[in-house]
């Protein structure tokens, strides 16, 4: 990282802490808008947090750790998180990741070169009777099936690409 980079990212975390009157309580929605804007939270920016928050960095090293939403490593834009729970396996969970796998060209657990999608799985996401069920970052799918992946993966492509290819592709939630 630049120091110019550093330095910006710096501020960025001083106002935030700032708007969170400096309270452990804000770690939180700190690192929530660090990952968003970033996709990730960097050595650099967890003990930055730390030192506005007067935390010890291993504080937010293990809450960092904790939540999958939170990452020390840059994610895609996307990040598809399949549900890997009994009902949900049983539904079909094991087709649907293998044709993510296909279509992605990338295991779970990786993130696609041009740094559009990752691949995760998660736990029960409470669709256990529409399974299976993944999320594309906040969007919810149910009763997904492998002949569905594709249209999913599209439609977040186009959104990604040019505003003359924003379309709507017509998918279905459950
Ligand atoms: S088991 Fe997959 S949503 Fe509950």
Partial sequence: MLATERQSLRQEIAELAEKYEHKRDGMMPMLETIQEKYRCVSDFAMQEVARQLGVFPTEVYGVVSFY?????????????????????????????????????????????????????????????????????????YTRVHPELVSDILEKYRRMFGPASQLEEVEVHHG
């Fill in 68 to 140: 999958s939403f939170l990452s020390t490593e840059t994610k895609g834009k996307f990040v598809i998180r399949l549900c890997r729970t009994l009902s949900c396996d049983f539904s079909g969970k094991r087709e649907v990741a293998q044709q993510l796998e296909n279509e992605l060209g990338i295991k779970f657990g990786e993130t696609t070169k041009d740094r559009l999608f990752s691949l995760e799985y998660c736990n029960c996401l409470g669709m256990c009777d529409n399974g299976p069920a993944l999320l594309v970052n906040n969007d919810v």
